[in-house]
């Protein structure tokens, strides 16, 4: 878990063009580090030529990862004139490295495959994970909109409808492409798409330095662009600007513990929007709440998406045993690898689990993977004891015949056993993955100050905000987050602009 002494290792890319059941244009992405997935939107897409920006739009959106481009095209739909600055070099931020899916209830990809879930199921298990500390209003919109959520990304295109678990949920409601593959890539390019068949200007390389104000309310930005500092007007703000899982100084500010942690996050995940906000008052929430992911490759910080654990994948120690339920929360997981005497554990699944998740196989092809013909070979290669290793998997196997892990009552991912050779491992250990705090916000996307007042013309969307996870988030609910509340923001914020 500990971090490398430079974590931005060379842009690589091994892109393969894969057209996914609904006919979408998916890229199956095989990368070194955390800023490599978004080389394929700045290849695909033409960004919005710094010459035309204009010195006024209606409304601002500050962030091109899913909440930004989700805020915009909603703002767009509801009349508003919206543009989208972003500071890095392409779209996309985490959004475009997210992998398991996006949770959601009572959908009809639900209802196809005979699922039965609901609001308050989804509810409970949330607040439940979040160590019951959730802003239940947030919470409670949050679920209620998850549904419609999923049908409207899905009128535009992009369509979640395979289902899978992730740690922390009783049924299967976690959403991703039809094909199995992670839903990061496939989501910003669909997003993409829509900002630019919208017409909504994206800048990209436009570094947003301020947010104005004009007695009390949000009136602009100050950006930094094409090498000058110009002000831009607005009658709206939106911040999407992300979290700041990659601003180390912050987050061993919040929490001392995590020095030395690898990160899973983007370059741009610096909380520079939060900051901004809290200069013109904005409250934050939670902030010592950084989510660290139980399974980080460590030489790459690249994540082992929870999909191969919801699929049927089993967490050993060196010594070839179990250890934990390994669907358990992020942070118990997560506990439980950092009390090992290694203090780090494997991945183990077999052939048939990495033909049904598609990640396994760009995890292979980036050497992050020890497979074996054999469970003998592959307790050889990870130096297990073989006698554990085949013990662990024959009872295992047993527990998923049986749907009763009698060692660790795991209760999900059980639906197929691990018994087609080859045999593959994945080394892991725990890295900073999600800040859960972040600014305060209202079911109307608007940010409130100390006393609880709305800051006008100021919004804001996904990880940049705070509360609706409260102590611990479940896998998937982030990106369920970033398109509930990003289309929110937009359509709270046009609204605003029209009054
Ligand atoms: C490896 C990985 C896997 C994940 N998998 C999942 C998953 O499967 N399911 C799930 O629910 N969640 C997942 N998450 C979490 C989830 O992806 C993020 O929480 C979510 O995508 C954040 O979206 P966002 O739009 O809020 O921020 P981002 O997508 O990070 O976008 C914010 C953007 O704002 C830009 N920005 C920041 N500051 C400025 C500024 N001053 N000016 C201009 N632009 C700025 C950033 O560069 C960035 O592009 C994963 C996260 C990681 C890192």
Redesign the pocket.
């Known amino acids: 878990m500990k971090k490398k002494s430079k974590l931005y290792l060379s842009l690589v890319l091994l892109v393969g063009v894969v057209v996914n059941a609904a006919g979408a244009l998916t890229r199956v992405l095989a990368q070194t580090e955390t800023d490599a997935t978004t080389g394929a939107s700045e290849a695909m897409y033409d960004y919005t030529d710094p010459a035309s920006l204009e010195t006024s739009y209606d409304v601002i959106v500050?962030?091109?990862?899913?909440?930004?481009m989700a805020a915009a095209i909603s703002a767009k739909e509801a009349g508003a004139n919206v543009v989208i600055?972003?500071?890095?070099p392409i779209?996309?931020?985490?959004?475009?490295?997210?992998?398991?899916?996006?949770?959601a209830s009572g959908t009809k990809f639900q209802e196809a495959e005979g699922i039965e879930d609901s609001n308050d199921l989804f509810f409970e298990e949330t607040l439940a994970g979040g160590k019951e500390t959730n802003d239940q209003e947030l919470l409670r919109f949050f679920v209620d909109h998850s549904a419609p959520a999923i049908d409207w990304l899905d009128s535009m295109g992009i369509s979640l409808s395979n289902l899978t678990t992730t740690g922390g949920m009783s049924v299967e409601r976690t959403h991703r492409p039809a094909d199995g593959s992670a839903?990061?890539q496939y989501l910003v390019d669909g997003l993409l798409k829509n900002v630019f068949d919208h017409e909504i200007p994206l800048f990209v390389n436009?570094?947003?330095?301020e947010i104005l104000q004009t007695e009390g309310a949000a009136s602009g930005v100050s950006i930094e662009i094409n090498g000058e500092t110009v002000e831009v007007q607005a009658k709206a703000v939106i911040v999407?600007?992300?979290?700041f899982?990659a601003n180390f100084d912050m987050v061993v500010e919040y929490n001392p513990d995590l020095e030395g942690f690898v990160t899973?996050?983007?370059d741009?995940?610096?909380g520079?929007?939060i900051a901004?906000a809290q200069l013109l008052g904005a409250a934050v929430v939670d902030m010592k709440e950084i989510q660290i992911h139980p399974t980080v490759e460590q030489e790459t910080s690249y994540?082992i998406?929870e999909a191969v654990r919801g699929e049927g994948g089993i967490l050993v120690n060196q010594s070839g045993e179990r250890f934990f339920n390994e669907l358990d929360t992020r942070d118990n997981v997560s506990a439980a690898i950092i009390a090992l005497p290694e203090q780090y554990a494997y991945v183990v699944v077999d052939e048939a689990l990495k033909e049904r998740v598609k990640a396994l196989n760009q995890y292979e092809s980036m050497g992050l993977v020890v497979k074996g013909e054999t469970i003998e070979e592959l307790a050889e290669l990870t130096g297990m004891p073989a006698d554990a290793l085949q013990a662990t998997l024959s009872q295992w196997n047993e527990s998923v015949t049986n749907q009763s892990d009698e060692a660790f009552g795991r209760t999900t991912g059980m639906a197929i056993g691990l018994e087609q050779a080859p045999f593959y491992a994945i080394k892991i250990a725990p890295g900073v993955?999600?800040t859960m705090g972040g600014l305060k916000i209202n079911t109307n996307a608007e940010i409130l100050n100390e006393a609880g007042e709305v800051i006008p013309g100021l919004y804001a969307?996904?990880?940049?905000t705070g509360g609706l996870h409260g102590k611990n988030r479940i896998?998937?609910?982030?990106?369920?987050?970033?398109i509930i509340f990003?289309r929110q923001a937009g359509q709270m914020a046009a609204e605003f602009v029209q009054e």
Do not use: P, Y
């Open positions: 500050i962030g091109a990862g899913g909440g930004g600055f972003e500071k890095m779209a996309g931020g985490n959004t475009m490295k997210s992998s398991a899916g996006m949770n839903v990061g436009a570094n947003v330095l999407a600007t992300g979290g899982g899973t996050n983007h741009g995940a610096t520079s929007g901004m994540l998406t993955h999600h969307s996904g990880e940049a896998g998937g609910n982030a990106v369920a987050d970033i990003g």
